[in-house]
């Protein structure tokens, strides 16, 4: 059914874009991709790549080479301020699920998609230093606006224009003039990656302090890095502060943030020693994009960020940006008008994926750490039972796991999940 013939192109070589181009190609079709920097580098710090986000990457064919650059998620271990442990729950096979979880540097995850899109669909379909101006629908095409690196202004024409041009999209804008402004929520993540000792079980992730005023998250995202026998750990604190630039590659430094943990004493490792011993450190606000009631004007389609904008918390963001190419390439696969099959594409995604970006607006399962804060009043606990029993957490987190699409293996059948370390009531 697939109409090879059917010239798509994909604005933006983010994971969104490239994920798109590899899940078209293995439908048949070959896009090309217009991406605005002139050679793609390996940006930014984390991933949390879930376990849905791992089944996509194994069925574009890439689990092996995903694996080589990556860690395997072991186990997730939830502390209050003074580093006392909450709650515990194991990842991904560890704890049933049929496909890993697994910890990644998002550069080198972005520059696994672009070099298997060259290998694939050959050098030729990776347009670097073209900016996407904007576009005009026509009955059966699209023409896109472009700018070259040397200012040069040209057109091209699709059957399909597919925008994956990430948070601050020049084609959400055009698609949707009137749409709120995104409006900063006060809060700010320090990302940084810092170059230390294996911790934990070597695949365990920490979330650190009471969400808002002091949260951090820590995890390893490449073993033996650079052939240094350390592992290479990403972490990020959040909290709250008055300016806010929506720039991923905005740097930082740890001063501000240290004081929150004072008194965090954790078995794993030193949290301040982390911050101070930074390759780099990135910040980024935490600004809500509102929603999208639909992601297509006639023969455009948003994808990824540009679609649904969401805070980045827990992964979720790149992973369901990698689905989103998945169900559009089947869809335009199996239902030959392409306005249809962008409906088709819209009806299965949007409404289940705005979900999640109004529940990252909140704390997810993160809520038990504001819970215990709430119930001891800020001080250190005796026995965490007392606080927040263990059944309490297991229900919080098996609803936040369902709405994200993968339900807990065995919950329903009263299985148990999460636990406690040995840690537990230090
Ligand atoms: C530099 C950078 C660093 C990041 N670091 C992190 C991180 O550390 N942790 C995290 O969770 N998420 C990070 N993200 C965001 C993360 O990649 C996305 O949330 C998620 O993976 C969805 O990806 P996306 O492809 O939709 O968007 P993005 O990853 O933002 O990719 C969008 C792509 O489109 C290109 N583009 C934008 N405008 C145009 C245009 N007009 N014409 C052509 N091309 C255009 C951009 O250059 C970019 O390559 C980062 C994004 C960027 C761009």
Redesign the pocket.
């Known amino acids: 059914m697939t109409d090879a013939s059917l010239d798509i192109a994909v604005?933006?070589?983010?994971?969104?874009?490239?994920?798109a181009a590899l899940r078209l190609h293995q439908q048949g079709f070959r896009p090309r991709i217009?991406?605005?920097?002139p050679e793609?580098k390996p940006?930014?710090?984390?991933?949390?790549v879930k376990v849905y986000g791992s089944k996509e990457i194994e069925e574009l064919g890439l689990l092996e080479e995903f694996r080589a650059i990556s860690v395997d998620a072991k186990d997730s271990i939830f502390f209050n301020k003074y580093g006392q442990e909450i709650y515990a729950e194991l990842c991904g096979v560890h704890m049933g699920y049929l496909h890993e979880q697994r910890f990644v540097?998002?550069?080198y995850?972005?520059m696994l998609l672009y070099r298997t899109v060259v290998a694939r669909l050959g050098a030729d379909s990776v347009v670097q230093g073209?900016?996407?101006?904007g576009y005009t629908n026509h009955d059966d095409q699209v023409t896109l606006d472009?700018r070259d690196l040397a200012g040069n202004d040209f057109q091209a024409t699709a059957d399909l224009v597919v925008a994956?041009?990430?948070?601050?999209?020049?084609?959400r804008q055009q698609m949707h003039p009137e749409h709120a402004e995104p409006v900063y929520s006060g809060i700010t993540m320090w990302?940084g990656t810092t170059l230390m000792k294996p911790f934990g079980s070597g695949g365990t992730i920490l979330h650190i302090g009471a969400p808002q005023t002091s949260s951090m998250i820590v995890y390893p995202i490449a073993e033996n890095f650079e052939g240094t026998g350390k592992v290479l750990v990403?972490w990020?604190v959040e909290a709250t502060r008055e300016e806010s630039v929506e720039d991923?590659?905005q740097l930082g430094t740890v001063e501000e943030i240290l004081p929150y943990y004072d008194q965090c004493d954790l078995p794993y490792l030193d949290v301040q020693q982390m911050m101070r011993d930074a390759r780099e450190v990135?910040l980024?606000p935490l600004i809500r994009h509102e929603p999208l009631e639909t992601w297509i004007d006639g023969r455009v389609v948003l994808?990824?960020?540009?679609?649904h904008?969401?805070y980045?918390?827990g992964?979720n963001?790149?992973c369901?940006?990698?689905v989103?190419g998945a169900v559009l390439a089947a869809k335009l696969a199996t239902i030959d008008d392409v306005p249809t099959a962008l409906q088709a594409f819209e009806s299965e995604r949007l409404a289940a994926v705005n979900r999640i970006v109004m529940a990252h607006r909140g704390e997810g399962y993160e809520v038990i750490r504001r819970m215990v804060e709430d119930r001891t009043g800020g001080e250190r606990f005796t026995d965490i039972e007392d606080v927040l029993p263990l059944s309490e957490a297991d229900a919080i987190f098996s609803k936040y796991h369902a709405l994200v699409g993968q339900p807990r293996p065995g919950y329903e059948a009263g299985a148990a999940t999460g636990f406690r370390t040995e840690h537990a009531n230090r």
């Open positions: 604005i933006g070589a983010g994971p969104a874009g490239l994920a217009y991406e605005t920097v793609l940006l930014g710090v984390g991933i949390d540097h998002r550069g995850l972005q073209v900016r996407c101006l472009l994956a041009d990430g948070i601050k999209s020049v084609v990302r990403n990020v991923w590659n990135y980024f994808i990824g960020d540009a679609a904008a969401m980045p918390r992964g963001g790149a369901q940006a990698i989103d």
